[in-house]
C-alpha cells in the first residue's frame, strides 16, 4: 500500500520539487500537496499544470499546517530557506531535501537549529535533465532511479521510513549512504564530469582557431560535453557546497591527467596503451552491470533453461577455447618477457576476471578481440600492487593458482570471489605455500577470502600432494618459481599436467618424472604464442548428447586432449560409446584433435579410479550418460566432487532422483541405474555444468525438463544455447 501523508508542502517548485509533488498526488500518496515558491507565476503554473493542489501565498500558515515539507530549492539557499521557516515548523512535521551535495545541507541545518532535528531526512535523488522549472517537472522522473537517503544518528526511524516510502511511492530505488560518502561517490559519479564537461568546452570556445572544432564536432565531442548544457547557476551551487570531495578528485584526475601527458610527449605507446586497456575494460565491465549481465548479478536471477524432449544432435561445431589454458596463457604471458599473442581465448567472465586483475596489477593487455588477446609481458618481477582485492569471479582454478603466483610477490594481495567461490576450501594450497615460508590468511573455515602478505622469502620444498589436484599442483610449482632451489610435487594420481606444459612453452623448463614435477626457482620466461584448444570438458556435453540420442552423428573441431583431460573419452568408449579420433596434431605443447561422435547403446559400467581424476568436470554429464544405460554404473573415488561449484554428487543425485532415476549417492561417487528419464524439474544450485548436464538429458527424457538457476552457465561456455540449439538440442531460456 503507498504510504499517506495529510499535508505534504513543496518549497521550490522547479524541476525536481514539481516532478516529487505531480508524482505523489497522481499515486494518491498526499490529500493536499501545496506549493510554495518565491514567484507566483511559477505557482501558478504548477496549479495550471495539476502538480499542486493548494499554491501557499502565505509560508507561514503553510508550514504550520504542514506534515511533511520537501525543501527543493538551490544547495545555496537551503540555509536562508530553513531559517525562514524554523520559527514555524511543528514538532510533529518531517523535514526532508532534495539537495545535490550533502554535508553543507547538513551543516546549514546545524546552524539553523542548534542541532540536526531529528526529523530531518536529507537526501538525493540521482536524476534530473539539462531542462529546469516546473514546466519541465514529469511525474514519472524517479522511477528506476536511485535516490540516496543520508541518516544520520539521530535522525528518527519513523521519520526516516516514511520518507524512503514516499521515494519507493514514486518507482525510486532508495538507498542509504553516510553524508561524507555520498558527497565522495557523487563529487567522482557526478560532480567531476560535469566540472570537465564545462571546462571542455569552455576552453575549445575561447579559442578563436577553435571555432572549426564545433563545425566538425561529431560523436565523441557531443558524447563527452552533452552535460556542459547543465544549468550553470545550479552546478555553480554544488560546488561551492561539495567543495572539499569535489577538490580530492580532481587533484587525483589531474596527477593521472599528468601520467597522460607525460606519455604523449614520451610517445610512450605502452603507457597509453595501459591507461586505454584499462579504462575500456573497467567501462565494459560497468556498461554490463548496467544491463545487468555482469558477473555479480545473475546470482540473483533465476535464469530457467526449458527443454522439450526427443531429438538427434549433427553437425560440425567448434567449442569454446578451454579454459584451464585461457587462464594460464594470461597468467604466464604477463610474466614472461615481450608480447604474447593468445588465440581461441575464452572469453567467459572467469577468464576475464583474470585478466582484468593483471590489469590491475599493471600488466598491459590488449583485447580480447573474437578471442585474440595480445599480452605486454612485464618479467618475472614486473607486478605491480593492484589498488585494492583482486576479484577472481566464479573460478577456482584462478584462485588457486594465484594464491602461488602471488605469494612470492613483495607487494601484499586479497583475493576475493563471488558468493559460490567463497565457500570453496582455500587451506589445500594455503598449507603447503605456508611450508615454503609465504604469509598467507584465509577466510572463515578455511575459505576465500585470501590474503598474502608479500616481501617473505620462499624455500623450494617437495611436496607429497595428499589429494590429486591439479589446482594445488600448479599452485605450488608457481609458487616455486619464486623461491630459492628446487620445488617439486608428487601427486597420489594423474591430474592435468597444463601448467607444465605452458611453462614449458614459455622456455622455463619443468622436469616431469612419473609423479613428481619439478621446478628451479628464480628462471625466466620468454613470450610465445599460444592457440588455445577447444575445451574438452565443454566438448563433453556434446559427446554425451551425441552418444545418447538415436540417429546423431557430430564432428567436434579442435579439441584439447591432453592425456590427463581425456578421463570422459575413455569412460564413455568403455561405455560402448562410438567415438572416433582424427586430424591428431600438437598445438603449443598440447595434443589436438577433431572427434566424431555417432550414437551407440551405452551400458552401465563400474568407473576405473584411475580415469576419475581425468574426468573430474565432467561428472554431471557422465552422469546422465549412465542414466541412459542399460545397466548400473558405479562411481567411486570422486569425493573431490563434493567441493565443486556444487555438491556435485547431491547435486546429481537429487536432480536425476526428481526424473525418476534410480540413484543413490556415496561418501565418494554414486550409483546409477540406467534405462532413460522422465521429464520434471530440477535445480542446478547455480552450477553451471549440473545446467548443461540437465540441457543434454532432454534429448532421451519423455517430457520436458525445467532447470533451475542457470545463469552461471555464461561463466564457463558462454555460447552453450547458441550451440546446443545449433546442434539440435531443443532448448528455451526463461527468467
Ligand atoms: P529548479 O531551478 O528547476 O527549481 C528550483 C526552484 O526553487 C525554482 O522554481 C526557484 O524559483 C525556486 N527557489 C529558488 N530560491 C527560492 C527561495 N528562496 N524560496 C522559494 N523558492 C525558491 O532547480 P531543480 O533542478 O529543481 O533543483 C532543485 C534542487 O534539487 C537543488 O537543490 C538541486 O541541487 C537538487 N537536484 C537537482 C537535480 C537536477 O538534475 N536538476 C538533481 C538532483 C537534485
Not at 584448444?533 to 563433453?540: E, R, T, W
Request: aromatic residues 6%.
Amino acid at each position: 500500500m503507498n504510504p499517506q501523508v495529510d499535508r505534504l508542502l513543496v518549497i521550490g517548485l522547479g524541476l525536481i520539487g514539481g516532478s516529487f509533488a505531480l508524482g505523489l498526488k497522481q499515486r494518491g500518496c498526499c490529500r493536499t500537496v501545496i506549493g510554495y515558491n518565491r514567484n507566483q507565476d511559477t505557482l501558478d503554473k504548477g496549479l495550471r499544470l495539476g502538480i499542486i493542489d493548494e499554491a501557499a501565498t502565505d509560508l507561514e500558515a503553510a508550514v504550520r499546517s504542514a506534515d511533511v515539507i520537501m525543501l527543493a530549492v538551490p544547495v545555496k539557499v537551503m540555509e536562508s530557506v530553513m531559517a525562514q521557516i524554523s520559527p514555524w515548523l511543528r514538532s510533529d512535521t518531517i523535514l526532508t531535501d532534495a539537495g545535490s551535495a550533502k554535508g553543507n545541507v547538513v551543516r546549514a541545518a546545524e546552524q539553523v537549529f542548534g542541532e540536526i532535528p531529528p526529523l530531518f531526512v536529507p537526501g538525493h535523488p540521482i536524476a534530473g535533465s539539462e531542462k529546469s522549472g516546473v514546466t519541465a517537472a514529469k511525474s514519472d522522473l524517479y522511477e528506476r532511479h536511485k535516490v540516496i537517503l543520508t541518516p544520520l544518528a539521530q535522525t528518527d526511524r519513523n521519520a526516516l521510513k516514511l520518507i524512503h516510502s514516499l521515494w519507493e511511492a514514486l518507482g525510486a530505488e532508495v538507498h542509504h549512504m553516510d553524508v561524507p560518502r555520498h558527497d565522495e561517490v557523487l563529487a567522482a559519479t557526478s560532480h567531476l564530469p560535469h566540472l570537465l564537461a564545462f571546462s571542455l568546452v569552455n576552453t575549445l570556445a575561447n579559442d578563436r582557431e577553435n571555432r572549426d572544432i564545433f563545425r566538425y564536432a561529431a560523436g565523441g565531442f557531443r558524447d563527452f560535453t552533452r552535460i556542459a548544457a547543465s544549468d550553470p547557476i545550479m552546478w555553480h551551487d554544488i560546488f561551492l557546497a561539495n567543495r572539499d570531495a569535489t577538490l580530492k578528485v580532481l587533484d587525483e584526475f589531474t596527477d593521472g591527467l599528468a601520467e597522460l601527458r607525460d606519455a604523449v610527449a614520451r610517445s610512450d605507446g605502452e603507457a597509453m596503451l595501459g591507461v586505454f586497456t584499462r579504462a575500456k575494460s573497467a567501462r565494459d565491465h560497468f556498461t554490463k552491470i548496467l544491463s545487468g549481465t555482469a558477473y555479480s548479478l545473475p546470482m540473483n536471477d533465476n535464469v530457467i533453461f526449458k527443454v522439450q524432449p526427443g531429438g538427434k544432435v549433427q553437425g560440425q561445431i567448434r567449442v569454446a577455447g578451454d579454459k584451464s589454458m585461457s587462464h594460464r596463457s594470461i597468467m604466464l604471458g604477463a610474466l614472461a618477457e615481450g608480447v604474447t599473442d593468445v588465440e581461441g581465448f575464452l572469453e567467459g567472465e572467469d577468464a576475464l576476471a583474470t585478466l582484468q586483475a593483471f590489469r590491475d596489477m599493471g600488466v598491459v593487455i590488449e583485447g580480447p578481440t573474437q578471442g585474440r588477446v595480445r599480452i605486454h609481458g612485464v618479467g618475472m618481477q614486473g607486478l605491480k600492487q593492484p589498488p585494492g582485492p583482486l576479484y577472481l569471479g566464479n573460478s577456482g582454478t584462478a584462485m588457486r593458482l594465484f594464491a602461488g603466483l602471488l605469494a612470492g610477490q613483495d607487494f601484499d594481495t586479497e583475493l576475493t570471489g563471488d558468493e559460490s567461490l567463497s565457500k570453496r576450501p582455500m587451506e589445500r594450497v594455503a598449507e603447503p605455500l605456508r611450508q615454503m615460508g609465504a604469509w598467507i590468511v584465509t577466510g572463515p573455515e578455511g575459505c576465500p577470502p585470501i590474503k598474502i602478505v608479500g616481501g617473505q622469502s620462499l624455500k623450494g620444498i617437495d611436496y607429497q600432494m595428499p589429494m590429486a589436484s591439479a589446482q594445488v599442483k600448479s599452485c605450488v610449482l608457481l609458487a616455486g618459481l619464486y623461491s630459492d632451489g628446487e620445488t617439486s610435487t608428487t601427486e597420489p594420481a594423474p591430474t592435468r599436467d597444463h601448467t607444465e606444459r605452458m611453462l614449458t612453452g614459455f622456455g622455463y623448463p619443468v622436469e616431469c618424472d612419473g609423479a613428481t614435477a619439478r621446478v628451479q626457482g628464480g628462471g625466466k620466461m620468454t613470450a610465445a604464442k599460444i592457440d588455445v584448444p577447444a575445451d574438452i570438458s565443454s566438448a563433453a556435453f556434446f559427446m554425451v548428447a551425441a552418444s545418447i540420442a538415436p540417429g546423431s552423428d557430430l564432428l567436434l573441431e579442435h579439441v584439447g586432449i591432453n592425456p590427463t583431460r581425456i578421463g570422459v573419452i575413455n569412460i564413455l568408449r568403455q561405455m560402448g560409446a562410438d567415438l572416433t579420433l582424427s586430424n591428431e596434431r600438437d598445438v603449443g605443447g598440447e595434443p589436438v584433435a577433431d572427434i566424431r561422435i555417432r550414437y551407440a547403446p551405452l551400458k552401465g559400467i563400474q568407473i576405473p579410479e584411475d580415469q576419475v581424476p581425468l574426468a573430474i568436470d565432467e561428472f554431471p554429464v557422465l552422469f546422465i550418460a549412465a542414466a541412459c544405460a542399460e545397466g548400473t554404473t558405479i562411481l567411486t573415488g570422486a569425493e573431490e566432487l563434493r567441493v565443486k561449484e556444487s555438491d556435485r554428487i547431491q547435486a546429481m543425485v537429487d536432480g536425476l532422483s526428481a526424473l525418476g532415476v534410480q540413484v543413490e549417492g556415496t561418501p565418494d561417487g554414486a550409483i546409477i541405474q540406467g534405462g532413460g528419464l522422465q521429464g520434471g524439474r530440477v535445480n542446478s544450485l547455480g552450477d553451471h555444468r549440473i545446467a548443461m548436464a540437465f540441457a543434454v538429458a532432454g534429448l532421451r527424457a519423455e517430457g520436458e525438463i525445467v532447470i533451475d538457476d542457470c545463469a552461471n552457465v555464461a561463466t564457463s561456455f558462454p555460447n552453450f544455447v547458441e550451440l546446443a540449439k545449433q546442434v539440435g538440442l531443443n532448448l528455451r531460456i526463461g527468467g
